[in-house]
């Protein structure tokens, strides 16, 4: 009886040191996340998007100040982010191979990928772009207003978004803090919470 | 009993410890923190955005200062004339959350920084055991962060940055290098200036 105790408080504490080791984030004490299922806010994006990555969410590039409704895609991973961050920082080299691995299994016309950067102003969010060489598009928040919407969540936070075809409206499928332990294995969670195929051509 | 609780103790301490251990072992230089960092961190609540009166203006020879550096020797703000654009980052305080958030941003524009000839120097009124407590556990920075404690705060007073409550402001001082200020921002202490603008006035030094 006493052994088996014994492990049992050793299996709680080894997994409690785990999961303190797993969440890399910087925390929010205000983060309010919108739940999974929930309606997700039509936001009111800003930034500096090339033709490029304009054409890459379905937005017109005149269009300095898009709603999020306007992008064109069934599902969107919009990841909060800040460049003062060192969580987003080190995750930025692994969020851009999710977005090569996004294209790579063939569901780049399935999910797009987007950041926001909380708090960050354009220059702060072209500073991080150029530092990482993020390929995927990059939207301002100077002023919190984005975040707030978005539950003052703490970063990096991934939030999978499903379009509603009929009213463009987006609801959360995937709620998430932290940064991803791999890029395969989200996109994997990100593929079976989307009903995707969990993987296509490599 | 006493075996059977002290044992799984014991084991917690070593697996937390080891938690920490890992997670410091992943840090790099001036990109990571590890995740005891962060609930290190003192909140103060909302100041008094600003609480000082400027002693300089834009087109003034800048106070010279010796002050002690976290890396050991001193930072001489002269020895910096002919040499480098200096800007002078001065912070509240070691372990408060924006300022705990402003410098490890700092730490991932070195190139912007160079591009432009210039060097940070963190200034805060924390002395050096804080400070170097509180930068090891950024993660490291890459410029010189040095020490107005002693006698206090008395660099941040020959700016005008010395708040009544003897913290410093959240102020920036941009240098040329003839010595001279070019563009200061004493900012609402609970808010981070836009590095966005601060490079817009680098730019103007060339």
């Not at chain 2, 912070?91 to 210039?118: E, L, M």
Request: overall charge positive; some cysteine; aromatic content about 8%.
């Amino acid at each position: 009886m006493k052994r088996i105790l014994s492990i049992s408080l050793l299996m709680l504490v080894l997994t409690a040191a785990s999961a303190a080791l797993a969440l890399q984030a910087s925390e929010a004490p205000q983060s309010r996340p919108i739940p999974e299922g929930s309606a997700f806010p039509n936001l009111k994006l800003s930034g500096n998007l090339s033709a490029e990555q304009a054409a890459y969410l379905g937005l017109a590039a005149s269009d300095k100040n898009p709603r999020l409704s306007k992008i064109k895609a069934p599902f969107v991973l919009l990841e909060v982010f800040s460049m003062y961050c060192p969580h987003c920082q080190r995750e930025a080299p692994a969020v851009n191979e999710l977005y090569s691995l996004i294209e790579r299994r063939g569901l780049a016309g399935a999910i797009k990928l987007a950041g926001l950067g909380a708090g960050n102003s354009l220059a702060e969010v072209e500073i991080f772009r150029a530092k990482y060489g993020l390929l995927f598009p990059l939207f301002c928040d100077p002023e919190l207003t984005a975040h707030q919407a978005v539950g003052s969540v703490g970063t990096p936070y991934f939030y999978l978004l499903a379009k509603d075809k009929k009213t463009g409206a987006f609801t959360v499928k995937l709620s998430r803090l932290g940064r991803m332990d791999s890029p395969e294995q989200f996109l994997d969670e990100l593929a079976a919470a989307a009903g995707l195929p969990k993987a296509g051509a490599q | 009993m006493k075996r059977i609780v002290s044992a799984p103790l014991f084991v917690l301490l070593c697996a937390l410890s080891l938690a920490q251990a890992a997670s410091a072992a992943q840090t790099a230089p001036g990109a990571d923190q590890p995740a005891s960092f962060q609930q290190s961190i003192y909140a103060p609540g909302i100041l008094k955005p600003v609480d000082s009166a400027l002693a300089v203006k834009i087109g003034d020879k800048a106070p010279d200062f010796t002050l002690p550096s976290i890396s050991g020797g001193k930072v001489r703000l002269s020895s910096y004339q002919g040499v480098k654009n200096v800007v002078l980052t001065f912070v509240p305080a070691a372990w408060t959350p924006v300022c705990s958030g402003q410098w490890p941003g700092y730490a991932i524009v070195k190139d912007v920084f160079d591009k432009y000839d210039a060097t940070l120097v963190g200034v805060t009124v924390d002395n050096i055991p804080t400070l170097y407590s509180w930068v090891t556990q950024m993660g490291g920075l890459w410029f010189p962060v040095v020490s107005d404690f002693w006698p206090h705060g008395a660099t941040a007073k020959a700016y005008g940055l010395l708040r009544s409550d003897g913290m410093a402001e959240r102020a920036l001082v941009l240098i040329d290098k003839q010595g001279i200020i070019r563009y200061i921002d004493v900012h609402d202490i609970n808010t981070r200036p836009d590095l966005g603008v601060l490079i817009e006035e680098m730019k103007k030094l060339k």
